[in-house]
């Protein structure tokens, strides 16, 4: 089953930083937008952010703008999601989603317009 794999997450302080990675072992990332979701515990699955598939459209949900930056590496089938500033609302588990959509290159940060999903990584932000 074609599947995306995040890492990076873990504990971290208030203020520090974190660096999560979305890969894929059996498709290619070029085509496709990548979309960044959480959902924190009881509450619902939430956009973060997306990139298109050139990594020259980049969008942010207006709680993270200023702390997080979404980024692709195309070469290495990987695209980061870089955590800055984390809050203790930040933590929740975090998930990548695949979207065709190799032109325009562009993203839209909805839930439902993504078709592959990785099984997450938990960012918990805690003193």
């Known amino acids: 089953q074609l599947q995306l794999v995040e890492s990076g997450g873990g504990l971290v302080q208030p203020g520090g930083s974190l660096r999560l990675s979305c890969t894929a072992s059996e498709f290619i990332l070029d085509n496709y937008a990548i979309g960044w979701f959480r959902q924190a515990p009881g509450k619902e699955r939430e956009g973060v952010s997306c990139i298109g598939s050139s990594g020259a459209i980049r969008k942010y949900v207006d709680s993270v703008k200023g702390r997080f930056t979404i980024s692709r590496d195309n070469a290495n089938n990987t695209v980061y999601l870089q955590l800055d500033s984390l809050k203790p609302e930040d933590t929740a588990v975090y998930y990548c989603?695949?979207?065709?959509?190799?032109?325009?290159?562009?993203?839209?940060?909805?839930?439902?317009?993504?078709?592959?999903w990785g099984q997450g990584t938990q960012v918990t932000v805690s003193s």
């Open positions: 989603a695949a979207r065709w959509n190799p032109a325009p290159p562009i993203c839209v940060i909805v839930r439902s317009l993504y078709e592959r």
